[in-house]
């Protein structure tokens, strides 16, 4: 990190902005992933899976909060969302042709990917509420419908999509649900529109609406059978919300030296704001918060390595409200010490909040954990 990434950020932004295509990915990427995969240091994700670098989830925990210090960082060591979450169901659900063909590239870094649940014209933080349509037809499946927040659709390296739809509207409510293997060059996929976040369009990377057209896709494409979905997608979010909860952890770090660096050398009222009392309390507060959060977050990787994440859903719920609004609170202590310049591209705090602020709906919003949490304990007790 030290040696190539956080010195290559401003490289990437010079790159990128020189670059006639925004969504294409500055050339100091593919570098340094050569680099980093030279190192050994790639896919340091996948528990008990031969295929990634032999780590547990505890063990992941501290290189993924570092990673998530900068923006760049994931992609470089091929640990970076949604493509994490789309091998992981790959690893655990993908039939060998489908391992072959889509997990190989992936693990090799050579294509990125996109995961297709949300939808605009529902609430989708009640995933039985999707109305995507995928209907059989002979050898083959047609998909329609309208996705959006499709993270990484943008990107000319996204080749395949996993996409959640209804295949049978008449099956009890979590049996109606599966997923299913888009790959993005099928005619009738067309990404209409990048979506900002706060007016940052996340280029090259981004965020997309896209919609499906009677899409027709290999009835071998489907994963591991109709009516899977709701089980797919809890054995995906779990590792996927940790790994968002631990780079928030990072984010809050780097926001915090910000912070701290900041008072050392800023002067107001005639003494470095380092010495200002109600400065100090909003940086022993945020310390305090960090720690908190974080030995939350591994208490909750050693309960998915002891016990499974199915077991451990109480404490990764917990995690997935605490950790981005412990990341929200300090990057914007930080952003206030900075003053004007917290909030304008002299910094990373703006990107930061804003890329903060989603994770409190992405992966589920805050109120479908606290509800988790609730029924959980109210069972304990019951």
Known sequence: MDRHIYPN?????EQHAAQADRWQAPPIVEEL????????????????????AGLSNSDYAPLCEIMGRSFMAPEIFNCSAPDTGNMEVLVRYGTPEQKERWLKPLLAGEIRSCFAMTEPDVASSDATNIECRIERDGDHYVVNGRKWWSSGANDPRCRIAILMGKTDPSAPKHRQQSMILVPFDTPGVE??????????????????EVTYTDVRVPASNILLGEGRGFEIAQGRLGPGRIHHCMRLIGQAERALEAMCARAHA?????????????????????????????LLVMEAARRMDAVGNKEARGLI????????NVALAVIDRAIQV??????????HLAYA??????LRLADG??????????????????
């Not at 209409?192 to 981004?206: E, K, N, S």
Request: charged share 25%.
């Open 266 to 294: 800023r002067v107001a009222f005639g003494k470095p704001l380092a010495h200002q009392g109600a400065l100090r309390h909003e940086i022993a507060r945020s310390r305090i918060e960090i720690e908190q959060a974080r």
């Open 353 to 358: 909040w804003a890329s903060a602020r989603t």
């Open 365 to 382: 919003p805050d109120e479908v954990h606290l509800e988790s949490v609730a029924r959980l304990e109210l069972a304990r007790h019951g």
């Open 191 to 208: 990404v209409v529109r990048p979506l900002t976040v706060f007016g940052y369009d996340d280029a090259p990377h981004g965020h997309a």
């Open 317 to 324: 719920a917990m995690i997935k409200v605490v950790a981005p």
């Open 9 to 13: 950020e401003a490289v990437w932004h």
């Open 338 to 347: 900075h003053g004007g310049a917290g909030v304008c591209q002299d910094h």
């Open 33 to 52: 992933k050569a680099k980093a995969r030279e190192e050994g240091l790639w896919n340091l994700f996948l528990p008990a899976s031969e295929l990634g």
